[in-house]
C-alpha cells in the first residue's frame, strides 16, 4: 500500500480546531464533509463546547474513545505544535496542518514548520502541509478542506485528480472545472510541502484506481528526481499528467544570454524535464480543462498525429489546418480510395483532408456520418475533427445524425472522433458517454487534441531502452579531474571521456613548440596557459595560422612575453600547439548542474543564434543517442549542418556522440562539476574537435578563455 | 449617404424565390423577418401561390404595386439574370443574391456573374452576393438571410459589427457571440464580391452609429487599397477591426526562403498592413469575442499598454504577468505611496505588481475594492485587473464587494477595471452594465486585453503626418529606368534616389581599371557586369581585396576570359571596379511588389538569420523614418547594429534614411518595379553602402548576382 493512503483514505478523523461557525475555517471542513456525507467518523475537537454542527466534541484528540487515523489541524500556530504531538500520541498515521504562518513568514515559522515536520517523521506519520488548503476524496466525500469554492459548487465524482502546491490555483482549477461538468477523484494542496510534496503525491495518483488523468501545478520543486519518476510512473501507467509551473517569462529574459550557466537552472529546464517525462505543461488553466475533458470523454491517448477534418466551411477548415499545423499535427492527403468514396457520397465535395462536404451535405442522407466513417474506414488517422457549426443547438433535428455518429465512433474505438460544433448540454453528455468530444471553439479543439498527440509521442519516446547506453560503454568511468582548470587539463579529461579533441601539445620553450608543430602539421594554432589567464584574447594570447617552425618559435616568445608584461603575476604553464582546423561548422556544447534537476546538457549552435534566437535545446545527462538525436532536432540551426547552401553535410554521428560521451561524463561527475563549456565544438565532414573547453567544478575557480 | 445604405436600410424588400416552406432556403429569411418584426413592407416573389407564409405573393417583381427598394434573390441559378432585370426595371437601389453556383463553380458562372455585375453596376445599384448568405440590420430587424444559426438563437442588437467573405464563418462567429450574449448591430455575408467587398463593408460601418466594434474575415482580398483606406476609417472613428484570415501557417512554410520574391505577396503582408492601418488579427474566433466583449463592455482602448494585477493568489498573479508579458503588457513596479497605502491597508500584503493582497484581505472590511483604488489612484495604468476567485458565485456574499467595485470604476472612467472570476450571468451584467468586464480563465483576459492595448498603440502610430515625409524630399521623382537589368545599371538608380552607394566605374579596358582604382583607393573589388549572367559567382566573376595597379589589371583580364570561356554568349560590358569596404554590418533591404498591396519594403540581417529564423519585417512603400524606425525594432538581428559584444555602434539613421529611400523610390515606381533586392547593405559606424543590387522589371528580366 502506498504510504500516503491513510493521508486519502483515513478510516477516521479528527478534526482540531473545529468550529461550531459552518462558515469559519474550522467550521467549513466540518460543513462539507457533514453535507456531503463522509463515510468514516469525524471527531470534532475545540476546548469550548460539547457538540459542534450537531457531532459530539471533544476537548482534546486524547479524549476520543475511539481510535482516529487521521487529524486534520487549524488551530492557530501557537497550539500547532501540542496538536500534533497529541494526535502522534493518539497512533494517527497521517496529519494534516491547514494552519498558515509557517515557512512562508519568517526564520521563526521556517524552524517551527522543521521542528513538527521531524515530530512527524519519527513517528511515521505522513504530514500534509502547514498552509495546506486541504484534501478531498470525492468518492468517499472526505471534503477535508476549507476553500470556499465548495460553498457554491458540490464536488462531483470524476476520474481528474489534481494535485498543487498553491490552494488558490487549486479553487481556481476546481471552480473552472465544476461549472463545465468535470468530476474529481481526488484534490490535494500541498501548501508549504514539510513532508508531502506534490510529486509524491504524483507518484501516488499513478497507482490510484479512481484516477485516469492528473492535473497538477507547481511552484517550485525540491526533489527533481522524484517529480522524474513520478512523471514517468504516471505516463508508463497511461495517465496524462498536465503540469503547470508558472514563472515561465523569466526564461525570456534569462535565455537572452549565452552563458549556460544562466541558462540552465531556470524556467526552460522545467519544459525539458516535463516533456522527457512524458507530461504536458498547459500555458493555462482552461487549455488544462479542455485537454483533461478531451481525455476523461475517452480515457486513451489519440493513436498517432495524423488528423483529418470533415467540414462544411472551406474557411472553418483552413483554420483548424492552420492550428493544427502549429501544434505539431499533420493533415495527410486522404487516400485514392477515400477520395473516391467520399466523391461518390457527395460529387460536389472538396475531396481532401480537410474535407469539404459543402452545402449539398444538407440534401444527401448519412451524409455527415458518412463522410466521416469513410475518412475513418480509408486512414489510420488518429483523430478525425468534424465541424458542425450549430447543429447541436437543434437535438431534435440533429437526433438522427447524432445517432449515426455514434455508431461510427463505436465502429472504431481506437480513434479518435471529435465534434465542433454549438450544442445544447444534453447533447454533449449523450455524445460524450459514448467517447465522442464536444468543443465550441475549433481553435481550441484542435489544441486539445494536440497536446494529448504529444503525449502519445513522449510517451513512446519515454526511457530509451537501456541496452542503448550499455552498448555504448565506457562513458561512466570516473577520472581524474585534477588540472581541469586549464583548457590543456579541460580538454585532456574530455578526450579521456571520450570527445574528440585534436592533437595538441603544451609546450614549455620556443623548440618544443616548432617540434610539436611539426608533428601536427602546418599551419597550427598557438594559446597561451595560465590558470590565471581567464580571457586569453585580452592578453592577445592566441596566434591563428601559423605557417612554418620560425612564425611558431616566434609565437611562443611573442605569446609568453606579452603574458609577462600585461599579466605580471600569473602562473605560465607555457603555450599549447593545436592544428589549426578549417571548414566544418561551429556549435556549442554545455553541462550546467541545476540545483533541482542535476547535471543538463544543452546544444545550440555557434555565432549569434543563442544570444539572438534563443536557438538552444536542453537534456538530462545522461543522453542516449536517441534523446542527443532528438535534442539536434529542436536546434533549428542544426540545419546549418545538413549541407546547408551547398556546403558538405557535417558528421552529425560525431556530434551525437560528442553529446553522449559529454552527457555522460556528467552524469559520473555531477558530484564535482558545475558546468562545461565546450565553445565552439568544430563539426566536419568527417568527425568533429573541441576547439576550446572550459570545466568549472563545484565550489571552485574556472578557467575561461 | 453611404452608397451601401440602401443595402442595409432598405425601406421595402421584395423576396423574389420565396417559399412557404419556412424551412427552406427561400422560406427562410421571410420567417425570420415576419418573427422578428421587420418593420418595413416585405413583397414575396414566387410564380406559384397567392400568398407565402400570410403575405400576399407576387408573380413577378414588375407586378408589385408599390415602390421595391431592394431585391433579394435566391430563386435558382437559371432565373437569376431576369429577377435582376426585374429588379432594376423596377428601380431598386439594392440588390442580394444568395443564389449559389457562380464564379465558384466554374468559367461559366464567373462570366454570368460578371455580367449581373456589370448590370447591376450600369444601373447604379449596389450588389451583395452571389453566393452570400444574407444580410442582418438587426436593430431594423432586417434578417435577410437562410443561416439557420437563426433557427436557434435570435438575434440580439449589440454594438458589435461583424462583415464576412464566408458565410459559415459568419454563422459560426454569430453563434458563439450569441451563447455568450454578445449582440450585433449588422451582420454581412459578402460570398462572391461581385460587386460590395469586406473592405467596403468596413468602411460603411466605420461610419455606421449603431456599430462601436467590427469583426471581420477575408478569404481573400481584390482591392488592397480600398481595405487599408477603410481599417484607416475605422481606426479613426475609434472602433476597433478584428480581422481574420485563415490561410497563416503557408506564411511559416513560405518565409522559409530568404527571397523576397516568395517572401512577400504571403500571408505576413496581411499581418503587416492590418497593424499599419490600426487592427487586430485574432487567431480563433474565441479570441475575437473576447476582445470584442471587452469592448463592449466599455467602448474604449485602455489608454496605456501599463496593467496593474491585484490578487488574493500569487500563483495566479504570475500566471497572469507571465501572459501580459508575452502578449505586450507590461507591470511597472507600485509607486512608493501606493505600496504605503497598500500596506496601510493590508500589512501582510505583497505590496508589488501583482499585488498579493494575501488571505488577510477577507478579514478587512473593503480589502478588495480599497486595494484595486489604491492601485487606479496611485498610477496611470490604463488595465487592472483583479482576480477574486469564485466570489461572483455567491452573489449575496459578493453584493457589498460588487458595489463596491462599482462605485471604484466610476470614479475613474477613462481606466479598465477586469475581473477575472467565476459568477453567475447576473453578477456579470450587473458589473458590465458599469463597464467592469469579467472574465473566467486569467489568460483569457489578460490576452483580450493585450490585444485592445496593442490597438491604442497602432491607433496612436496610425499616418505619421505628412510634414515627416516631405521635409525629407526628393524621394518622389521618377528616374529614368533604362539599364537597371545590370548591377551597375541598377546602382546607379538605387545612387540617383539617394541611396548610398559607393563610388565605382565601369570600365572596358584594364588601363580603366586601374585608373578607376587609383581614384577610389585601394584595395579595390573587381566584378563582371553582363545583362546575361545572374550569377556571376558562378563564373568566378568576383575578385576582391585587388591591392595594387598592377593585380587590378590582372584582374580585368581574367574576369574578361573566365566570362568569355564559360559563357561565350554573354554580352560583357566591362569591369565594375568599387572600393573594398570592411567593417559594419550587412543587412538586407528589398522591394516587392505584392499583387493586392503594391510595393511592401523588406528588411532582414545578413546572413541564416532571415532563413533559419524568419527574422524579417515588412512594411508598406513609402516608408515614413517613424515607420522604418518601427521596422528596425522588429527584427531581431538589428541588436547586431548596436555594439554588439564590444564592436561600435552602426550609423542607424543612414539605414533608416536608406530604408525610407527605398521605399519612396519603390513607390514612385510601382507601374515599372516587380523587385528590389539590395543583398547586402553594409552599415558602417558612419554611413551604409549598397555592396550589390538587382532591380526587376514587371515583366523584364532580372539580374542577378
Known sequence: MHSLHPLFHPSSVALIGASSDPERIGGRPLRFMIEGGFEAPIYPVNKSGDTIQGLRSYRSVSEIDHPVDQAVICV?????????????????????????????????????????????????????????????????????????????????????????????????????????????????????????????????????????????????????????????????????????????????????????????????????????????????????????????????????????????????????????????????????????????????????????????????????????????????????????????????????????????????????????????????????????????????????????????????????????????????????????????????VLAAAGLPVPPEHLCTSADACAEAATAIGFPVVAKIVSPDITHKTEVGGVLLDLQDAQAVRAAYDELMQRARQLRPQARLEGVLIAPMLRGGVEVILGVHRDPTFGPMVMYGSGGTAVELFQDVAFASAPLSSERARELLERVRSTRLLRGWRGAPACDEAALVSALCRLSEFAAAHADRIESVDINPLVVRAQGAACLDAVITLQGGASHAH
Open 76 to 492: 492557530p500556530v501557537p497550539g500547532v505544535e501540542a496538536a500534533v504531538r497529541d494526535s502522534i500520541a493518539k497512533g494517527v498515521r497521517a496529519i494534516q496542518i491547514m494552519t498558515a504562518g509557517f515557512a512562508e513568514i519568517d526564520a521563526d515559522g521556517r524552524a517551527l514548520q522543521a521542528h513538527i515536520a521531524q515530530l512527524c517523521h519519527q513517528a511515521g506519520v505522513r504530514l500534509l502541509g502547514p498552509n495546506s488548503l486541504g484534501l478531498l476524496n470525492v468518492h468517499t466525500r472526505f471534503f477535508s478542506t476549507f476553500s470556499t469554492a465548495l460553498n457554491g459548487l458540490k464536488p462531483q465524482p470524476g476520474v481528474i485528480a489534481l494535485a498543487t502546491q498553491s490552494g488558490a490555483f487549486g479553487s481556481a482549477t476546481y471552480g473552472m472545472a465544476s461549472l463545465r461538468g468535470l468530476g474529481f477523484s481526488k484534490i490535494v494542496a500541498t501548501g508549504n510541502e514539510a513532508d508531502v510534496d506534490v510529486a509524491e503525491c504524483i507518484d501516488y495518483l499513478a497507482e490510484d484506481p479512481q484516477t485516469k488523468i492528473i492535473c497538477a501545478a507547481l511552484e517550485s520543486c525540491r526533489d527533481g528526481e522524484r517529480l522524474r519518476q513520478a512523471l514517468r510512473k504516471a505516463a508508463r501507467a497511461g495517465k496524462p499528467v498536465l503540469i503547470m509551473k508558472v514563472g515561465r517569462t523569466e526564461a525570456g529574459a534569462a535565455a537572452a544570454s549565452t552563458h549556460t550557466g544562466s541558462l540552465a537552472g531556470n524556467d526552460v529546464v522545467y519544459d525539458t524535464i516535463f516533456a522527457e517525462c512524458g507530461a504536458w505543461r498547459p500555458q493555462s488553466i482552461e487549455e488544462m480543462l479542455d485537454i483533461a475533458y478531451a481525455f476523461c470523454v475517452q480515457p486513451a491517448l489519440p493513436v498517432n498525429a495524423d488528423i483529418g477534418v470533415v467540414t462544411g466551411s472551406g474557411g472553418i477548415g483552413v483554420l483548424m489546418a492552420d492550428e493544427a499545423g502549429e501544434r505539431g499535427l499533420t493533415l495527410p492527403a486522404l487516400p485514392p480510395a477515400g477520395r473516391e468514396a467520399a466523391l461518390a457520397l457527395l460529387p460536389f465535395a472538396v475531396a481532401s483532408n480537410p474535407l469539404d462536404m459543402t452545402a449539398q451535405v444538407t440534401s444527401v442522407p448519412q451524409g455527415v456520418s458518412r463522410s466521416v466513417a469513410t475518412m475513418l474506414e480509408h486512414t489510420a488517422w488518429g483523430t478525425v475533427f468534424a465541424y458542425l457549426a450549430h447543429v447541436g443547438l437543434s437535438p431534435a433535428r440533429f437526433a438522427t445524425t447524432q445517432a449515426e455518429l455514434i455508431a461510427v465512433a463505436r465502429a472504431h474505438p481506437q480513434r479518435r472522433l471529435v465534434l465542433v460544433m454549438l450544442s445544447t448540454p444534453e447533447v454533449n453528455r449523450a455524445l460524450q458517454a459514448e467517447g465522442v468530444a464536444v468543443f465550441e471553439d475549433p481553435s481550441r479543439a484542435v489544441r486539445a487534441m494536440a497536446a494529448l498527440a504529444t503525449l502519445t509521442r513522449r510517451r513512446e519516446s519515454l526511457d530509451p531502452p537501456q541496452s542503448a547506453r550499455d552498448a555504448q560503454g565506457g562513458g561512466n568511468a570516473r577520472l581524474d579531474l585534477a588540472g581541469v582548470e586549464t583548457e590543456d587539463g579541460a580538454k585532456r
